[in-house]
Structures are given as structure tokens and as C-alpha cells.
């Protein structure tokens, strides 16, 4: 099942993969009415998040893409309990459902060894760790994604140094790619989309110097490959932001996307959630941005505002068996103990009830993500919605329509309201000049 999207068709008649079809799309925008864009991306980390991009996206009429991490989808079903097959049906499921037209964008966030928690949990030894990621992007390839996030930067063995060596990040980012590639030519399929680096300080791509560095030594490993007509049309570079920043820097944004320019290619930011200066992105000239974390705290908030509504109405004697999913969530997060790699200085070695109020608060918020598709979880979420429904309270529309509103916010900012009908447009003008 895939989207049938006029965006889609047109680019496939032009032989582009959708994702370049729409960034060209937004370059030659740029040159005529001196507006820039930036692509938003959402990270799939539950059902309900899913489905408010879908109905944002909708609302925006606007594109929208998914960049889902081998932790949230894999073969293994990840903590989503999607694999990759089953990650792409339910996209264009729920759009179909919500009456999206639009191009949905399908893309892998962070493809690379160790980019998986489980592989540093069980110390996987690098061969292991490799060949598990070539099947995942394989998987990927096959299921219908439209672009490869490959990141090389994360090796265990390099503990206690600065990063990876760049030369080593080139040489697993190109193997990879090439791994990719004869996947896609062995079964005749059509060609994707990729995108290169990280915005992490371990790999080593802080400054416009090693940026550059980066940029020449691929282009030059990718033609020892023999892959002369793959280039990636994101690089993720380092644009102030992370997990705990909430300031985006546009002077270096500026001067990272000149250099990427130079190669043809546009720069992503990952970690934009809760940015401030959102207008920044466009009139920078960042070309994608990630958002994952903050749609979780929406989902959590939305959930926490129904339980208060269960409580007050069990006080009403209008509920007789309270769902306790406030309870359970913080239960199951704790007992996850994914927060544990969140804790930062005198946290260390401490347990969750001896950390602030304020802190496990956050923890649970940040971490929530994880255990949406517990069995606990999920029934005691279930539970609460049939209260509610039983006092006409609508408890999904609630909590897909908190996601939806700060979903907004991102389509605003990166100028893509109403972004869908000038992409056919432009599309449409370069299929006539064929």
C-alpha cells in the first residue's frame, strides 16, 4: 500500500525520488517569491502520534515525513511493536482514515551500528552490530521507504575519545550505502533518498571546518564505490540544539548550509523540539528538521488531563473502576529504565524516587515513549477511555488533538501552510518542459 498523492505521481513520472522532487520544488520557490521552506519530520513514536501528523498534515495541506528510529521500528518490532512493513501500511491506513492526500514520506532516522540501544546494552561486537543494521536497512528498502538516514558516528570501541575517527565514519557510511544500493538493483527498484551525519558532539561534525571535511571525503569514498549517481540530499549538522536546548543558532545554520549547497544538498536539524526561534529554520536555510520527544510530552499531557477527568467524576460517582494510567505510566517507565541514560551529574547512581520531583516528572514525560505498547499500559489506557466514552467525553479525539496542536506550530513556522498546491505546481511545470 502506498500513497497515490498527485506529488508522488508527478515525481515518479520525473523519475525523482519524492523527497528531492519536493526539496527542488522548494528551491525554485525560493528563487522566484523569496520564500524558503523547511521539511518537517515527525518522530512515529506511538499510534496516536502517527495519526496527529496525518491529520495536521492535512489541515496544513501540507507534505509530512516520518523518520522512525531502528529503537521504534525494526525487524524486531521495536518499542513500537511495528517492524518496517507493518510501520509503513499503518501510515497510509491513517491517512486514508483522516482523508490525507498529500505525500507521505516514509524515512529512516539514524541507521547505523549501535544507533540501536539493544546493540549497546548487549555489547554487540561491531561485525554483529553491522550485518543487524544491513538487514534493517534491507527491511527498510523493501518495505517502501522513501529516504535512509545511514549514521556511522557511534562505536563503543572508541569510548573515551572526542569521536569516531571521520575516516572510519566516511569509510561505514559509504559500505553502507553501497550495501543498500545492490539491495535496490538486485530487485529493480526505483531510486531513494538518503541522508548523512549527526548533530551529535561524537560525531564529530561541531564545526563548519569538519563539516566540510565530512562532505569531501564521502563524495570521494562514494566514487571508490563505484556510486558516482548517489548522493544524500540531507546532512544532518550540529544547529545548537539537543535533548536539553531549547535555542537554535542561525549563524551556524547559515554556514553549514552554504557548505552543503556547494554539494547540492540541504542541512537537517534533529532535536527541535521546543525550539524557540522555529521561524529561524526557513530563513536560515535549513532544508528538515526532526521533532519526536515533544509529541510524547503532548500525548502524556493529554492522557494526565483525562485522568484528572476520570478522578473528578469518580468523585461524581460516575466512575466505578478508576484506570490509575497516571500510576501506571510512571510504574512502567521507572521499571523500563531507559530514563537512566537522561541522568546527568549528581543523578548519577541514584534511583528515580531519590531524584526532584521536577526531574521525574520530565523522566516520565521523555521516557513515556517507550512503554505506550506495554500490556499494562495499554489496558489501563483502554479502560480510561471507556470511562470517559461512558460520560460522552471523547478521550482519543482529546489527546490526537493535543499532538495536533503543537503540531501546528512546526508547519507554521517552517511556512509549509498551504505548501501542497505550489509543489504540484512547480512539479507539474518541470514535467511540461520534458
Same mark, same amino acid.
Given at each position: 500500500?502506498?500513497?497515490?498523492?498527485?506529488?508522488?505521481?508527478?515525481?515518479?513520472?520525473?523519475?525523482?525520488?519524492?523527497?528531492?522532487?519536493?526539496?527542488?520544488?522548494?528551491?525554485?520557490?525560493?528563487?522566484?517569491?523569496?520564500?524558503?521552506?523547511?521539511?518537517?519530520?515527525?518522530?512515529?513514536?506511538?499510534?496516536?502520534?502517527?495519526?496527529?501528523?496525518?491529520?495536521?498534515?492535512?489541515?496544513?495541506?501540507?507534505?509530512?515525513?516520518?523518520?522512525?528510529?531502528?529503537?521504534?521500528?525494526?525487524?524486531?518490532?521495536?518499542?513500537?511493536?511495528?517492524?518496517?512493513?507493518?510501520?509503513?501500511?499503518?501510515?497510509?491506513?491513517?491517512?486514508?482514515?483522516?482523508?490525507?492526500?498529500?505525500?507521505?514520506?516514509?524515512?529512516?532516522?539514524?541507521?547505523?551500528?549501535?544507533?540501536?540501544?539493544?546493540?549497546?546494552?548487549?555489547?554487540?561486537?561491531?561485525?554483529?552490530?553491522?550485518?543487524?543494521?544491513?538487514?534493517?536497512?534491507?527491511?527498510?528498502?523493501?518495505?517502501?521507504?522513501?529516504?535512509?538516514?545511514?549514521?556511522?558516528?557511534?562505536?563503543?570501541?572508541?569510548? &573515551?575519545? !572526542?569521536? *569516531?575517527?571521520? =575516516?572510519?565514519?566516511?569509510?561505514?557510511?559509504?559500505? +553502507? %550505502?553501497?550495501? @543498500? #544500493?545492490?539491495?535496490?538493483?538486485?530487485?529493480?527498484?526505483?531510486?531513494?533518498?538518503?541522508?548523512?551525519?549527526?548533530?551529535?558532539?561524537?560525531?564529530?561534525?561541531?564545526?563548519?571546518?569538519?563539516?566540510?571535511?565530512?562532505?569531501?571525503?564521502?563524495?570521494?569514498?562514494?566514487?571508490?564505490?563505484?556510486?558516482?549517481?548517489?548522493?544524500?540530499?540531507?546532512?544532518?549538522?550540529?544547529?545548537?540544539?539537543?535533548?536539553?536546548?531549547?535555542?537554535?543558532?542561525?549563524?551556524?545554520?547559515?554556514?553549514?548550509?552554504?557548505?552543503?549547497?556547494?554539494?547540492?544538498?540541504?542541512?537537517?536539524?534533529?532535536?527541535?523540539?521546543?525550539?524557540?526561534?522555529?521561524?529561524?529554520?526557513?530563513?536560515?536555510?535549513? &532544508?528538515? !528538521?526532526? *521533532?519526536?520527544? =515533544?509529541?510524547?510530552?503532548?500525548?502524556?499531557?493529554? +492522557? %494526565?488531563?483525562? @485522568? #484528572?477527568?476520570?478522578?473528578?467524576?469518580?468523585?461524581?460517582?460516575?466512575?466505578?473502576?478508576?484506570?490509575?494510567?497516571?500510576?501506571?505510566?510512571?510504574?512502567?517507565?521507572?521499571?523500563?529504565?531507559?530514563?537512566?541514560?537522561?541522568?546527568?551529574?549528581?543523578?548519577?547512581?541514584?534511583?528515580?524516587?531519590?531524584?526532584?520531583?521536577?526531574?521525574?516528572?520530565?523522566?516520565?514525560?521523555?521516557?513515556?515513549?517507550?512503554?505506550?505498547?506495554?500490556?499494562?499500559?495499554?489496558?489501563?489506557?483502554?479502560?480510561?477511555?471507556?470511562?470517559?466514552?461512558?460520560?460522552?467525553?471523547?478521550?482519543?479525539?482529546?489527546?490526537?488533538?493535543?499532538?495536533?496542536?503543537?503540531?501546528?506550530?512546526?508547519?507554521?513556522?517552517?511556512?509549509?501552510?498551504?505548501?501542497?498546491?505550489?509543489?504540484?505546481?512547480?512539479?507539474?511545470?518541470?514535467?511540461?518542459?520534458?
Amino acid at each position: 500500500m502506498k500513497d497515490r498523492s498527485q506529488i508522488r505521481k508527478l515525481a515518479e513520472k520525473l523519475k525523482i525520488p519524492v523527497t528531492e522532487a519536493i526539496l527542488q520544488s522548494f528551491k525554485n520557490i525560493l528563487r522566484r517569491e523569496q520564500q524558503n521552506f523547511t521539511l518537517f519530520a515527525a518522530c512515529p513514536n506511538s499510534e496516536a502520534v502517527l495519526k496527529a501528523a496525518l491529520l495536521a498534515a492535512k489541515r496544513a495541506n501540507a507534505p509530512i515525513k516520518f523518520a522512525a528510529t531502528l529503537n521504534q521500528v525494526d525487524l524486531d518490532g521495536g518499542y513500537t511493536k511495528w517492524n518496517q512493513e507493518h510501520f509503513v501500511q499503518r501510515a497510509f491506513e491513517f491517512a486514508q482514515e483522516v482523508g490525507y492526500e498529500g505525500p507521505v514520506i516514509i524515512a529512516l532516522d539514524h541507521g547505523g551500528p549501535y544507533l540501536k540501544d539493544l546493540h549497546r546494552i548487549e555489547n554487540w561486537p561491531f561485525e554483529s552490530a553491522m550485518a543487524a543494521v544491513k538487514d534493517s536497512l534491507s527491511a527498510c528498502l523493501l518495505a517502501g521507504y522513501d529516504l535512509l538516514h545511514i549514521d556511522a558516528t557511534v562505536d563503543p570501541a572508541f569510548r &573515551g575519545r !572526542a569521536s *569516531v575517527p571521520m =575516516e572510519i565514519v566516511v569509510d561505514r557510511t559509504a559500505e +553502507l %550505502i553501497e550495501h @543498500v #544500493e545492490h539491495v535496490r538493483a538486485e530487485r529493480q527498484l526505483p531510486p531513494i533518498s538518503y541522508e548523512v551525519g549527526t548533530e551529535e558532539v561524537e560525531g564529530g561534525l561541531t564545526e563548519p571546518e569538519d563539516f566540510r571535511r565530512f562532505l569531501k571525503l564521502l563524495k570521494e569514498e562514494l566514487l571508490k564505490h563505484n556510486l558516482r549517481d548517489v548522493w544524500p540530499c540531507f546532512i544532518v549538522g550540529r544547529v545548537g540544539t539537543d535533548l536539553h536546548t531549547t535555542t537554535f543558532s542561525p549563524n551556524i545554520a547559515m554556514k553549514l548550509a552554504e557548505i552543503a549547497a556547494t554539494y547540492g544538498s540541504v542541512i537537517k536539524g534533529h532535536y527541535t523540539d521546543y525550539v524557540v526561534n522555529l521561524e529561524a529554520y526557513p530563513a536560515s536555510g535549513v &532544508g528538515g !528538521a526532526n *521533532v519526536g520527544p =515533544e509529541f510524547s510530552d503532548a500525548e502524556y499531557s493529554g +492522557l %494526565i488531563n483525562l @485522568v #484528572e477527568m476520570e478522578e473528578k467524576l469518580a468523585s461524581e460517582g460516575k466512575v466505578a473502576n478508576l484506570s490509575n494510567l497516571g500510576r501506571v505510566l510512571m510504574n512502567a517507565v521507572v521499571a523500563s529504565r531507559r530514563w537512566e541514560k537522561w541522568r546527568r551529574g549528581n543523578e548519577l547512581g541514584r534511583s528515580f524516587h531519590e531524584l526532584s520531583s521536577e526531574r521525574q516528572s520530565w523522566l516520565i514525560r521523555t521516557g513515556c515513549r517507550y512503554i505506550w505498547t506495554e500490556d499494562r499500559v495499554v489496558e489501563a489506557r483502554r479502560r480510561l477511555y471507556q470511562n470517559l466514552l461512558r460520560n460522552d467525553v471523547e478521550a482519543e479525539k482529546h489527546v490526537i488533538e493535543k499532538i495536533v496542536e503543537v503540531m501546528m506550530k512546526y508547519f507554521r513556522a517552517f511556512n509549509l501552510i498551504d505548501s501542497l498546491p505550489k509543489i504540484e505546481s512547480e512539479l507539474f511545470s518541470r514535467q511540461l518542459q520534458q
